[in-house]
Nanobody
């Protein structure tokens, strides 16, 4: 089981940007297909974005497409979610997830595909 450490959450105003990072312990992050999910109070956990092992394939939910970018920083062994033009509805706890299952181009989109999860980082966007 891999430990995932998230960082970068915080309180910002609408229109601001934040960068979330997720670093897996032990093996290189390129071993894992990874994703970001979020959960707002009273709502179910939903996928935000996901990236394949190679970094060549990505997925974004419709609500963040065009505003968020997911990518790998192999030099730092991290997976990054760059969030621009944040909106109050982006307020949630953001979770990093990882799976070693699948080809290097496979993007896992469902929460049940990920066996390993971080503890979450709070993102709050004020209007």
């Amino acid at each position: 089981q891999v430990q995932l450490v998230e960082s970068g959450g915080g309180l910002v105003q609408a229109g601001d940007s934040l960068r979330l990072s997720c670093a897996p312990s032990g093996l290189p992050s390129s071993v894992y297909a990874m994703g970001w999910f979020r959960q707002a109070p009273g709502k179910e956990r939903e996928i935000v974005a996901a990236i394949s092992r190679s970094g060549r394939s990505t997925y974004y939910s419709d609500t963040v497409k065009g505003r968020f970018t997911i990518f790998r920083d192999n030099a730092k062994n991290t997976m990054v979610l760059q969030m621009n033009n944040l909106k109050p509805e982006d307020t949630a706890v953001y979770y990093c997830a990882a799976t070693a299952v699948g080809s290097i181009l496979y993007v896992a989109r469902r929460a049940d595909e990920y066996p390993d999860w971080g503890r979450g980082t709070q993102v709050t966007v004020s209007s």
